[in-house]
């Protein structure tokens, strides 16, 4: 069974490079711009991964997992921040708000899909 992802994500350019990975792999794939988008485009589906960027504008990656974290239909989705951030503060941060994994960009497609299947386990 193929595995839904909503990718979130304010860069055009890295929303189609992982639209284009994650569709060769098998995957269908919901895309939002900001974290107040990616809310709005969760009320309409349910994934099975989230991908989210931590920089965004409007709502932030932070605000964003604490926001899926505190709703009871989406609180056990697997979330991956997707960022150009290696500070180990804001990886402690993000994974206080609740993310299940941390990869930097840019991204290899093949180890993306490895860990979305292995957080969707």
Same mark, same amino acid.
């Given at each position: 069974?193929?595995?839904?992802?909503?990718?979130? =994500?304010?860069?055009?350019?890295?929303?189609?490079?992982?639209? !284009?990975?994650?569709?060769? !792999?098998?995957?269908?794939?919901?895309? !939002?711009?900001?974290?107040?988008?990616?809310?709005?485009?969760?009320?309409?589906?349910?994934? =099975?991964?989230?991908?989210? =960027?931590?920089?965004?504008?409007?709502?932030?990656?932070?605000?964003?997992?604490?926001?899926?974290?505190? +709703?009871?239909?989406?609180?056990?989705?697997?979330?991956?921040?997707?960022?150009?951030?290696?500070? =180990?503060?804001?990886?402690?941060?993000?994974?206080? !708000?609740?993310? +299940?994994?941390?990869?930097?960009?840019?991204?290899?497609?093949?180890?993306?899909?490895?860990?979305?299947?292995?957080?969707?386990a």
């Amino acid at each position: 069974m193929s595995k839904t992802i909503l990718t979130v =994500d304010d860069s055009r350019t890295i929303r189609e490079m992982l639209k !284009a990975a994650l569709l060769d !792999a098998g995957m269908e794939v919901f895309q !939002a711009e900001d974290g107040v988008h990616g809310l709005e485009v969760l009320e309409g589906c349910t994934p =099975d991964v989230i991908i989210t =960027d931590i920089n965004m504008p409007r709502m932030d990656g932070f605000g964003f997992i604490e926001a899926v974290r505190g +709703s009871d239909k989406h609180r056990a989705i697997p979330i991956l921040v997707l960022t150009t951030e290696s500070v =180990d503060e804001k990886k402690d941060r993000a994974r206080r !708000a609740g993310a +299940s994994g941390w990869i930097i960009k840019p991204f290899d497609p093949v180890k993306l899909v490895n860990a979305i299947n292995r957080v969707a386990a």
